[in-house]
């Protein structure tokens, strides 16, 4: 049976614009669905540059202006994956245009923006996501599921790390293309809406809302050269930050995000003890899940490696044959895979905007409790 088209317009062309424009791409390839994504039109603000990605990947058509995606009657879907200050206005417009909406992650620069997309979606009724695509990787997707099976009991410790070191010459400038991040203006936040938000965004999947957070953050480079602007500009956002928190299941959490841990390029991992068992994850060697029963018999007990291959893991059905592996790439055809399952259903897929939401009112309150030196309400 012939498939309906989705029709995709695509705001950004960066690191996020091609593993988005991927996972469109591939999706049909591996999971039977009722719709298929069409490429569309891509966006960029340089005409050449836009031009370019759409012949790389094979867009209809390309544009310097996204209000054109949004008017665009014959376009089904806006994905944006541009810089974070851009992420309010289209989204409110596309929404506004009865458009399904998806979203880099961070959904706003900071709450009161993304309450603002969340209402906007919800008020237009149109299926909404937001990328934080480490939710699809197979072992994190089975850690949920032993978590949601009870195989942990009650769960006492959290804990999450998300290390990088790309930042830590004072000479790197703030600003422009690949540079956004550093720009507390376009980016909002450093690592704690960057990085944190990608352990937040688990953290609450798998373990359930946070109640309180004390932070701690540190601009260790206080003056950079800004591309835009060509002057040396005061560094606006977090280079580190770390935070403890209590979760409503009572279980008690440390995370901790920096891109000045020399080494480390993106070594995002987390820990969870239960009452009898616990499971560790590290985005280094992301088909693994480490697990540890202490119901297993005594004399064999210790911690697993489980490689997460086999076709009765989660989406590893879809892929190779048991023992080959999958990666990063991957994670994003998963999202689009489950988001176009919901769509047929007339659903949003998690992570929704209300679900990004919360994770952005807690970074908000790590920010805010890093400034007050005061235990902050996660919760807004
Ligand atoms: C930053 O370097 C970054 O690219 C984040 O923006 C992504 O969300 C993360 O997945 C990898 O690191």
């Not at 919800?122 to 978590?147: C, D, F, H, S």
Request: hydrophobic residues 40%; charged residues 25%.
């Amino acid at each position: 049976m012939a498939k309906k088209k989705i029709n995709v317009g695509m705001v950004g062309y960066g690191f996020m614009g091609r593993t988005h424009s991927n996972a469109f791409s591939q999706v049909g390839h591996f999971f039977d669905l009722p719709y298929q994504p069409v490429l569309k039109t891509i966006c960029a603000r340089s005409a050449d540059k836009a031009k370019a990605f759409a012949d790389q990947w094979g867009y209809d058509s390309s544009v310097t202006d996204w209000r054109r995606l949004v008017e665009d009657k014959s376009i089904d879907l806006i994905d944006i994956a541009s810089p974070n200050d851009t992420h309010l206005d289209i989204a409110l417009a596309a929404a506004a245009a009865g458009k399904m909406v998806m979203c880099e992650k961070p959904l706003g620069r900071n709450a009161a923006e993304s309450r603002k997309m969340v209402e906007a979606v919800e008020k237009a009724g149109v299926p909404n996501m937001v990328w934080y695509n480490y939710r699809r990787v197979p072992a994190v997707t089975l850690a949920k599921q032993l978590i949601d099976e009870g195989r942990l009991g009650k769960i006492f410790h959290y804990r999450a790390k998300f290390l990088q070191d790309w930042t830590i010459s004072k000479d790197l400038p703030q600003g422009g293309q690949g540079l956004w991040r550093l720009d507390v203006g376009v980016a909002g936040s450093g690592v704690t809406g960057d990085l944190l938000a990608h352990c937040i965004d688990t953290a609450l999947w798998l373990n359930g809302g946070i109640d309180k957070v004390s932070g701690m953050t540190e601009t260790f480079i206080k003056e950079r050269h800004h591309n835009i602007t060509g002057k040396t500009e005061k560094v606006g956002i977090d280079d580190a930050s770390l935070f403890l928190a209590r979760f409503d299941n009572g279980s008690l959490a440390s995370f901790e995000a920096t891109r000045y841990a020399r080494g480390h390029k993106a070594l995002y991992t987390f820990e969870i003890n239960g009452e009898h068992a616990s499971i560790f994850w590290d985005l280094h060697d992301l088909h693994r899940l480490q697990y540890f029963d202490h119901r297993d018999e005594g004399r064999t007990r210790g911690w697993r490696s489980v490689h997460i291959t086999d076709g009765d893991h989660p989406y590893m059905n879809k892929w190779w044959v048991p023992g080959l592996q999958i990666g990063y790439e991957h994670t994003f055809i998963h999202q689009v895979a489950d988001f176009l399952e919901a769509v047929s259903g007339g659903q949003s897929a998690a992570p929704t905007f209300r679900d990004a939401l919360a994770t952005d009112l807690v970074t908000d309150a790590v920010l805010k409790s890093a400034r007050t030196g005061q235990w902050e309400n996660a919760k807004g």
